[in-house]
C-alpha cells in the first residue's frame, strides 16, 4: 500500500510536533536549580519557624506560674521563684498506756498537734510562716513570723518564733525521735515574741542567732501571756552552733556539731503571773511546781540560762545530748517574812538513734529508702531509739519547811528517766512511734519519801508534709 | 516594778546590723531595658558610663540588660520587670508605660533633648551581594518571587518604623492614598515568609540562616550586617524614601524611686547625649545628633528622603489607624 506524500507528512508531523513539545517542555537546568533553591528556602523557612515557636515556648515557660504537690507540701510558685506560697501540715495523734497503776494518770489518746502550716517567700528575700495549732483541744498560733534573709550571714526576724536556745526544741516536731521532749527541753523557753539576727558565718560552719524577745518561762511559749507581754522587761538570747568538719572529707567528722546558748532577763511575777514553770514527765505527769495558793513562789529578779549542746551523725547512727541549767531569783511571802533566793535547776539528756534499714540519720528530715507497701513488698524504715535524762532542782528549793517554795511531798526534787523506742517510717510523711518511758524521781512523796515510779508505753502516729 | 533599759541594747543590735548590711548598699545596679538590635551599642555604651561614674562618684556600676522587640518590652516593664530606664525603639512603646503602668509622668520625653532621642536612624534594604533580585525601591518588595524579611509590627518597633517607610513610599506613588498604600502593604506581607518578633531576630532570619532575598532593617542593623556576615555576601540598597526613626529613652520614675536609683538613672540617660557617648553612638551606625560628631561620621550615612512619625498624625494615630487590633495590619495579614 502506497502512502501518499501529503499522508507521510501528516505522519511525521504527527510524531515529530509532540516530541518537540516533549523537549521544549523539559526543564533546563536553570529551572532546576530554581526550584531546588525554592525548596531550600522553604525547608529553612520551616526550620525558622520551628525555632521561634521553640524560642516563644520557652520564653512562656519562664513567665507561668508553677503549682507543685509532693511530700513535701503543696506549694504555687512564680516563674522566677522568688515568690510562692506553700501549705504544709502536722498532724500528731498520740496514745498513753501506763503500765505504772500508782501513777494517777489516765490511759489516753489526744491530737497532740494539728497544725496547718503557711509559709512563703515574697520577693525572693523575705519568707513567711504562719502556724495555728488546734491540737489539745484548744487554739494556738504557734508561729507567725517574718524572715528578710538579707545575706547569707544575716537574717532578721521579727515576729512569734522558737526562741533559739534549745537543740532539741529547735528541731521541728516531725524531726523529733521520741513522743515527748527531754528535760533540757523542759528548761529552754518554747516559742516567744520578738526580733532575732541571725546568720551563718565562717563558710557555713558557725551559725550565730542573738534574739530580743518577751520572755517566756522555761518550757513555755508566749501564749502563755495570751502572747502579750505583761511587764517590760525583756530577755537576751545569744546562741553560737558550730560544724567546724561540716565540708571534711572524713565521714567520721562531717556531722559533728556543738555550740552554746544562753539567755538573760530580770522578771517579777505576780499571784496572777508568777513566772515560774512546772516539770512533766515524758506521760505528762507533773511532778514538780512551785508553791501556789495565797502566798505563792514568784520569780524575783534575774533569771539566766546556759545550754551547751551537741549532736553527732555518721551514717544510720545519730547521737543528740544536751545539758541546760537554770538560774532562777525566786521569792516567796513566808510567816517569817519575805524569803528570797536563786534556785539552780539543770538537766540533761544524751539520746542516741539507729536506722536499722540503713537510712542515713540526720538532725533535719529523714528520707526512708522504701515505703510501706504490701504491694511492692517493701516495709519503709525503722529506727531504734534509746534516751536517758535527768533534771533536778536546787535543794533550796525545799528548805524552810512551810516556808519552802516548793513543797517536797508533792515536787520530786529529782527525775532520771530512760526510754527506748521503735520508729516506723511507713512514708516520707507517715510515721508510728513506740517508745517505753520509766522515769523514776527523788522525793515528791508524803513524809519524804520518792515519788512511785512511772512507766508508760506511748504510741504516737505523724502526719507532717 | 523597775523597767530595765532594755533600749540601748537595743539601739546596739540594730547599728549591728546596719554595719552588716552597708556593704550591700554600696554596690549599685541599674536595669536598661532596650529594644532588639542594641545589644553591642548599650554593652560598649555601659563600659563607658560605669566607667566615668566610678571616677566621679567612686561607686561602681554594674548595668544590667534587657533586649528584645520594643513593643514587648514594654509589655513586660507594664507586667513588672524592674526596668530602672527604658530604652525603646519608639515613643508610643514609653507612653505606653505611662497609659497603662502608670510608671513614669506624661510629660517623659520633654525631659532630655530632642524628644528624648539622643540618636536617630532610618530603614535601609540589605540583600545578597549583587542584588541578583534586581532589589531598587519599596515596588521591587512586592513582585512575584521575592521573599522579604521584616519583624512582626505587633511586637518590633522597628517593625512599625519599616511598615510606616513602606506605607510612606505606596502614598507618594502617582495616585497614592490609603487604599492603595493598603493594598501595597498587603502585597508585601504576602512575600514574608517569615515574622520574627523583633529586628535581631528579623538580622539571624536573613543573615545567619540564609532566608530571604531583601531584608527591611534598622539602617545600624544593616551596617551590623554586613560587618559580621561580610561585605562580599550582602550588600546595603537604599530606597527612595525612608523613615526617621528615633528611638527614646526614659527614667522609668516608678521602680527608679522605689530602688533609690532615680539619680543614677537619670545620670546614665544623660551621659548619652555627651561627646563620648556620641562617638559611641555613630560608630554602631546610629546616626548621632551632636552636631559635631554627626558632621564627622557623614559620610558614612547614606543620605535619603525621610518622612517622620508627624506625617502619620503622630504615634498615638498611627498606632491605632494601623497596628492596635482591628487596624490596617490586622485586616491585611493572617498568618
Known amino acids: 500500500m502506497r502512502i501518499c506524500r501529503f499522508g507521510q507528512s501528516l505522519l511525521a508531523a504527527a ?54 504537690a509532693s511530700e513535701r507540701g503543696f506549694s504555687l510558685q512564680s516563674a522566677d521563684g522568688k515568690n510562692q506560697i506553700k501549705l504544709r501540715g502536722v498532724l500528731h495523734v498520740d496514745g498513753r498506756h501506763m503500765i505504772s497503776d500508782e501513777v494517777d494518770l489516765p490511759d489516753s489518746f489526744q491530737v497532740t498537734r494539728a497544725r496547718p502550716i503557711v509559709e512563703g517567700t515574697v520577693g525572693g528575700i523575705y519568707d513567711f510562716r504562719f502556724t495555728p495549732d488546734f491540737g489539745q483541744d484548744r487554739t494556738v498560733i504557734q508561729d507567725a513570723y517574718v524572715t528578710g534573709r538579707f545575706a547569707p550571714s544575716f537574717a532578721v526576724t521579727a515576729g512569734k518564733f522558737k526562741s533559739p536556745v534549745g537543740l532539741e526544741r529547735l528541731q521541728s516536731a516531725t524531726d523529733i525521735r521520741f513522743i515527748a521532749r527531754a528535760f533540757p527541753t523542759s528548761l529552754a523557753p518554747n516559742r516567744d515574741i520578738g526580733f532575732k539576727f541571725e546568720g551563718n558565718v565562717l563558710d557555713d560552719r558557725l551559725n550565730y542567732a542573738l534574739a530580743f524577745v518577751n520572755g517566756s518561762n522555761d518550757g513555755g511559749s508566749s501564749e502563755a501571756f495570751a502572747d502579750v507581754d505583761v511587764t517590760s522587761d525583756k530577755e537576751y538570747v545569744a546562741r553560737l552552733f558550730a560544724h567546724p568538719f561540716a565540708a571534711s572529707d572524713s565521714f567520721g567528722l562531717r556531722g559533728l556539731g556543738f555550740g552554746v546558748a544562753g539567755t538573760y532577763t530580770e522578771h517579777t511575777g505576780t499571784a496572777a503571773l508568777p513566772f515560774l514553770p512546772a516539770f512533766r ?44 541549767e537554770v538560774s532562777q531569783d525566786v521569792s516567796r511571802v513566808a510567816t517569817t517574812g519575805l524569803r528570797s533566793d536563786t534556785i539552780d535547776t539543770t538537766a540533761w539528756q544524751l539520746a542516741a538513734s539507729f536506722f536499722l534499714t540503713g537510712e542515713e540519720a540526720s538532725y533535719r528530715g529523714y528520707k526512708p529508702n522504701s515505703s510501706f507497701s504490701v504491694e511492692n513488698g517493701t516495709w519503709g524504715a525503722f529506727e531504734l531509739t534509746a534516751r536517758y535524762q535527768e533534771l533536778e532542782i536546787d535543794d533550796l528549793a525545799f528548805a524552810g519547811g512551810a516556808d519552802s517554795f516548793a513543797d517536797p511531798d508533792a515536787s520530786a526534787r529529782k527525775a532520771t528517766s530512760y526510754g527506748i523506742g521503735l520508729n516506723w517510717y511507713l512514708s516520707q510523711n507517715l510515721k508510728w512511734v513506740l517508745n517505753y518511758e520509766r522515769t523514776s524521781f527523788e522525793g515528791g512523796a508524803a513524809g519524804g519519801a520518792d515519788r512511785d515510779d512511772e512507766e508508760a508505753v506511748l504510741t504516737r502516729v505523724a502526719v507532717g508534709f | 516594778m523597775t523597767r530595765s533599759n532594755w533600749t540601748r541594747p537595743l539601739a546596739a543590735l540594730l547599728l549591728l546590723s546596719a554595719a552588716l548590711a552597708a556593704p550591700a548598699i554600696q554596690a549599685q545596679t541599674l536595669l536598661n531595658v532596650s529594644y532588639d538590635p542594641t545589644r553591642e551599642l548599650y554593652e560598649d555604651y555601659n563600659a563607658a558610663f560605669a566607667k566615668q ?85 519599596w515596588g521591587d518588595l512586592v513582585k512575584p518571587g521575592v521573599s522579604v524579611i521584616t519583624p512582626n509590627p505587633k511586637t518590633s518597633g522597628g517593625a512599625r518604623w519599616n511598615y510606616l517607610a513602606a506605607y510612606a513610599w505606596a502614598l507618594a506613588q502617582p495616585g497614592g492614598n490609603d487604599a492603595t498604600a493598603q493594598a501595597f502593604i498587603g502585597k508585601l506581607y504576602k512575600n514574608v515568609p517569615v515574622l520574627d518578633t523583633g529586628a535581631r531576630g528579623s538580622t539571624t532570619t536573613f543573615a545567619q540562616r540564609g532566608i530571604g532575598d531583601v531584608a527591611i532593617s534598622w539602617e545600624n542593623e544593616a551596617f551590623l550586617m554586613l560587618d559580621e556576615l561580610g561585605r562580599d555576601k550582602l550588600e546595603i540598597v537604599v530606597p527612595s524614601i525612608s523613615i526617621l526613626a528615633e528611638p527614646p529613652v526614659a527614667v522609668v520614675d516608678k521602680v527608679a524611686l522605689r530602688r533609690g536609683t532615680a539619680d543614677l538613672a537619670r545620670a546614665y540617660l544623660e551621659y548619652l547625649y555627651s561627646k563620648e557617648a556620641q562617638e559611641i553612638i555613630a560608630k554602631h ?44 495590619f490586622d485586616k491585611i495579614y493572617s498568618p
Not at chain 1, 23 to 29: E, F, L, N, S, V
Not at chain 1, 39 to 52: G, H, M, S, Y
Open chain 1, 281 to 324: 514527765t515524758p506521760a505528762q505527769a507533773t511532778f514538780f511546781r512551785y508553791r501556789g495558793g495565797t502566798t505563792p513562789t514568784l520569780a524575783d529578779g534575774e533569771r539566766t540560762r546556759l545550754a551547751p549542746q551537741f549532736y553527732y551523725y555518721a551514717g544510720r547512727f545519730g547521737l543528740l545530748g544536751e545539758y541546760t
Open chain 1, 15 to 68: 510524531v515529530i510536533a509532540p516530541l518537540s513539545m516533549a523537549q521544549a517542555q523539559q526543564p533546563t537546568i536553570v529551572d532546576l536549580l530554581q526550584r531546588l533553591e525554592q525548596q531550600e528556602q522553604a525547608i529553612k523557612v520551616l526550620e525558622r519557624k520551628l525555632e521561634l515557636k521553640e524560642e516563644a515556648d520557652a520564653t512562656a515557660a519562664k513567665s507561668a506560674g508553677q503549682v507543685k
Open chain 2, 53 to 137: 561614674w566610678k571616677a566621679k562618684t567612686g561607686k561602681a556600676l554594674t548595668v544590667k540588660q534587657s533586649h528584645g522587640g520594643s513593643g514587648k518590652q514594654a509589655r513586660t516593664i507594664i507586667d513588672g520587670l524592674p526596668a530602672d530606664v527604658a530604652t525603646l525603639a519608639l515613643g508610643y512603646d514609653i507612653d505606653a508605660l505611662v497609659t497603662q503602668g502608670k510608671l513614669l509622668p506624661a510629660n517623659w520625653q520633654s525631659r532630655l533633648p530632642h524628644n528624648s532621642s539622643p540618636y536617630t536612624s532610618t530603614v535601609v534594604f540589605v540583600v545578597r551581594k549583587g542584588n541578583p533580585k534586581k532589589i531598587k525601591d
Open chain 2, 285 to 328: 551606625h546610629y546616626r548621632p545628633r551632636d552636631s559635631e560628631v554627626a558632621a564627622k561620621y557623614a559620610s558614612v550615612f547614606p543620605k535619603i528622603k525621610l518622612v517622620t512619625i508627624a506625617d502619620f498624625g503622630g504615634w498615638a494615630k498611627a498606632q491605632k489607624q494601623h497596628f492596635g487590633d482591628g487596624g490596617v
